[in-house]
């Protein structure tokens, strides 16, 4: 061997014929390092590195070459073991990336500590192998311990070929897709089916050991060994154009590294993860292991029971952002003492598409991080997108940071209950988002929710602090519905500088429809001088029951942006406490407002100390003065009493069950009438029935008439019925439409700026504007308009 070897460097000097370049950190080759040797060779040659480890980045820089340890000679393990390239987390640790040929091979190495190159946009990938636009084989390798912030852990390969031979691909970690080998755009790989290689033990929040786009064949994956005996998805993913699994790749596997387990399975940090986890007297060490043995179906769904402690990276080994897996439920010991951590590094969860019945019960989410720069940010705490019926139970989510969504983003959910859910202390922009494009209606409900001590930087990649954003689509109106249930959001401050107006409190946009009952939403305060707390853009609708809005320190309360054409925004108020009222509404737009009775302008006057500040005081206004209990002739809103518990009748005629206690624990309702606000006053008081007069029938006002700024066109339902309202020149041509819309029954206020449909203002003169009834013509009014 060692003749043949030299016969070799003999034919080197020969510069026509292929060159064996030898690589020998102890200075007895030609170079020291990798990179010098590939930099030296020429396509056809052979660099030749001898045992060592090499803290390097190599790149083949379109040479088509073999890239051999002694291993090649010798086929001896220990070369393999003992001939590694390392990349002190600098970037992927092998380059192959330009056009190299099917001879480009690289044989008997250790590949390990990379963290992935910019292949493509902003993503990170590739963390130990990345191969773009080429030909490769990877022999008699081992690939562990790579980590990237973007897709292929341990191997990305995008529009190339690549052949794989004995090699074990293990411990590797990407955050978003395809922990050990990770395929895209016409990619092909290739498994050598005599000498198998081994894929275990990888994590990613999508495809921990593999995954691929449509855009790729479908494979035979054969090895000796992989994670599991059987794997699914979690394991294995492949995905259409729009993220959905194909399930169109099968499996030749000998052994696996896993046991699943289709039972309910225990972690504490003090156990480990070579137990079986089948009890809490034998628990396995980490969340991530646990997620990557346990299995679940729709008949047998199971639970993962964190006890108390802390999981983390650095105490526990886990592989935040963690990916969902149908039917799972993972429930901590309390709230407050079981907590998972971010350590400002990562955020907790990546939801997949279609997961169905996950369930987050009894934990602390926090020190979550989604500014992750280098690929792009991402949320602080939990992405999902296109999931089933996900239920949070007493949920903590803390000091969590993102310039998109420093807390929870949901989109595309089918339903979300969120029961006992504290945003506490996060940084960025919205701590709770949730969006869709509906094209039946969805409901998602929320039940006490606190919001407190919410702020942002001062860029917009930082976040400016923002609380809740309700997100739908305006061809889709109303479908999206949101239901909060004792909601207090107090204490948040918007770091927002400029001048623009805007909203950063709760905010409604695109055609969504939120419903706050028995809110308090207080002491917010921001930088601008032009922000409000509450806002509704873009056809979108909120309803307030039973709440207070009483933020002092801000210029507006509310804020509503909708220009033409959108259809108009919808508020409708009911016993609520609103600072302001009538004054403190900055609009701009198409906007209808509805009073109900019993609106309130006054100091909340609430507790200010203990353990709920915002609980009422003995003389607050909003004691008893919530909607009322119904009584024969009243209209609704009221509230109606089945068994045991109490339900909310809206105008619209839904009926909401109220929770049965306020955030302290008392009883929602005493003394027949609910109060406003998140807190119920604990003493008795008396009730008085108001019996809500029905209004008049349809009638059309304008006031103030004539008008130069803005004036507001009122009008009265006695039913539901579809509205509209539209503005025509003295000559009979139209030139703005304020509603075309469903409306329940009752009073309605329209605020007009003079703004036609085209967006230009209207000029000096007579205008008519005309109501329309359900397709009929039911009252019009002269307006004039003056400069």
Sequence with gaps: MRFTICLLLIFSTFQSLPQVIVVDQTGGGDYLTIQQGIDASQSGDTVLVYPATYYENINFNGKNIMLCSRYMYEQDEWYINHTIIDGNHQGSVVLIISGEDETTTLCGFTVQNGSGSNIY???????????????????????????CNGSGGGIYVRNSILYISNTTIYDNYAIRTGGGIRLVQNSTISFDTI???NIYLNYSADGCDFHK???????????????????????????????????????????????????????????SNSNSGLSPDDPLESLSYAMSKIVSDSLHPNTIHLAVGTYSSSLTGEKFPLGWRSYITIEGESMENTVLDGENEIYHFYGGRLEKDITFRNLTLTRGFGNLYDHGNQPGCM?????RNILFENVKVKECQSGITSGLEIGDADKIVMKNINFIDNFGTQVLGVWDWPLIPKLHTFENVLIQGTTGGTTVEEGYGVGILIDGVTSCLNNLKCIFKNLEMVENHNTYPGPDPGAFGFVTIEGAWTVLINSTIGNNTCESDNEACLGITYSARMDLYNSIVYNPDLPWEFGIYNPPPYDPCFMNVYNTLIRGRDDLFNIYGNFVLYWGDEILDEDPLWMGEGDYPYALSDNSPCINTGTPMCVPGMEPPYIIQLDSSYYLVTPDQDTIILPATDMAGHARIRDDRIDMGAYEYPDTGVFIPVIKPRPEAFSLQVYPNPFSDKTTVSFASIRSCHAKVDIFSITGSKTATLIDSHIPPGKFDINWDGTADNGDRVKQGAYICRLMVDGKFSSEVKVVKEE
């Design 213 to 271: 786009d449509i855009t790729c064949p479908v494979y035979k994956i054969v090895v000796d060994t992989f994670t599991v005996m059987n794997p699914d998805h979690f394991y294995i993913s492949s995905i259409d154009p729009y993220g959905y699994q194909l399930d169109d790749i099968t499996t030749d596997i000998q052994h696996y590294k896993i046991e699943n387990a289709d039972t309910d399975l225990f972690v504490n940090p003090g156990g």
């Design 195 to 197: 000498n198998l290689s």
């Design 121 to 147: 946009a902003y993503l990170m990938s590739g963390g130990g192998i990345a191969l773009k636009n080429s030909k490769a084989n990877i022999k008699n390798c081992i690939i562990k311990n790579n980590v």
């Design 383 to 387: 992405y999902s997108y296109d999931d």
